[in-house]
Each structure stands twice: as structure tokens, then as C-alpha cells.
């Protein structure tokens, strides 16, 4: 459509112009979310955590230190940024540091970094793995270090904690009281569970028993009878 300008032009716009201001403004408007272009600020909130293989002489110490997007508003969020691995022991040293380098980067690139959990966790020591304290299997070093950032990732939120049911709760520890009762040693998490109790499935802790015909998880609840 043909519009004729009839009266003395005054004043002039681009359209364009305007319009990419509009989208600038809309996107300062947009909560900020984890990308690489974020600098590191002065202060991050840290976090260590203690691990004790038994094939190995000396403790790691795991930091994982994270960054506070949009503070103080209702999209406030708590996102890991950088981890660091320390120890007596050199013999790691390597693979270590190229580790926590690898590891950092992809946090700071942001989006969905959950899936790190499940690839550290997947790997496995062709040496055999070992036990941790409590009776959880650990497949290599590496996984329990996936073991350690899925537990920082449940404390600041970005994985949910499946939590028991009442119905389950009460389960275990009825067959807890069953196994004391004749006399088989069963503690927590920190401590051990019967001595015939095997690996869990979906848990990897060494609490599945046999009670009534039914092999049930001492942990987890996990039951092979549905």
C-alpha cells in the first residue's frame, strides 16, 4: 500500500533501530544464566569434602567452589564454577589436575552439566574397585569423585533428592529390628550390614538380604519383588 506525504517532513526514525534497542532492553530484563563470557568474580562459596579410598595411603580433599547468579532476586541461583582436587599422594597428580581443568570448564560453560555425575560414575578401574566406609561400591577413584560432585550438586539444588517413602522407611527398618533380632550385626550408612549381604543394584551398597523369600536393599529399599 501506497501511503502520499502531504505535509513538510520534521522528523525521521529507523525502525530497525528501535526495535534492536527493544531487544536489548528485553534481554537486560532476562535473569542471567551460567555461560563462558561470566568472569570470575573475587569471591566464590566453597565446599571440600573428604574422600579416604582404601587403596590409598593418603585422603583427598575435593573443593568445588560456586558462583551466585542473579543475587538477591526471586532467580537467584547457585551454580558450581571451579573444582579442585588436593593430596600427599603424587602418583595422581597428572590425571588429576587435567581432571579438575575439564571439569571447570564445562561448569563454566554452563547448561546442563547433571550428566558429568553419570560419566564419572561409569568408570571403572580394571584393577577391581573397592568398598567404601558403609558398605557402598565404588567401580574406581574417578567414579567416587562423580559420588562426591552429585552430592554437592543435591546440597545447592541442581539435582532433586529422591526421598524414601514413609511405607519404605518403615519396610527397612523392620527388617533391620528381624536381622538384629536374630542376632546379624545392622547399622547406618557409616557402619556395615550383614556379613551375607550382597551388592545392591541401585544403590551399590552391599545391604541386599534375603528375608521371606524377597531379596530387599538394607539402604536404598530397593526390592527385587517389586
Not at 37 to 42: D, V
Not at 98 to 106: E, F, G, W
Request: with cysteine; hydrophobic share 35%.
Amino acid at each position: 500500500m501506497t501511503v502520499r506525504i502531504e505535509k513538510k517532513i520534521v522528523d525521521q526514525r529507523v525502525l530497525k533501530e528501535e526495535n534492536a534497542a527493544n531487544e536489548e532492553q528485553a534481554a537486560e530484563n532476562q535473569p542471567l544464566v551460567m555461560n563462558e563470557h561470566i568472569e570470575r568474580p573475587e569471591f566464590l562459596l566453597g565446599t571440600t569434602y573428604k574422600i579416604k579410598p582404601p587403596i590409598d595411603d593418603h585422603a583427598m580433599y575435593i573443593t568445588i567452589n560456586d558462583i551466585i547468579l542473579n543475587e538477591g532476586t526471586d532467580h537467584e541461583t547457585r551454580r558450581p564454577y571451579e573444582v579442585f582436587i588436593n593430596s600427599k599422594n603424587m602418583e595422581h597428580f597428572q590425571w588429576v589436575i587435567a581432571l579438575t581443568r575439564v571439569l571447570s570448564a564445562v561448569f563454566r560453560k554452563g547448561g546442563d552439566v547433571t550428566f558429568l555425575v553419570e560419566e564419572l560414575r561409569s568408570v571403572h578401574d580394571p584393577s577391581g574397585g573397592y568398598f567404601k566406609k558403609g558398605g557402598v561400591f565404588m567401580p574406581s577413584l574417578v567414579a567416587e569423585i562423580g559420588y562426591v560432585i552429585e552430592k554437592h550438586m543435591k546440597a545447592i539444588g541442581l539435582i532433586e533428592t529422591e526421598e524414601m517413602s514413609e511405607l519404605t522407611q518403615r519396610m527397612i527398618a523392620e527388617k533391620k529390628a528381624a536381622f538384629e533380632t536374630n542376632g546379624e550385626p545392622v547399622s547406618n550408612a557409616e557402619g556395615s550390614y550383614p556379613s551375607n549381604a550382597t551388592v545392591c543394584g541401585k544403590c551399590h551398597t552391599k545391604a541386599m538380604v534375603m528375608m521371606d523369600g524377597c531379596e530387599t536393599c538394607l539402604a536404598c529399599g530397593e526390592s527385587k519383588c517389586g
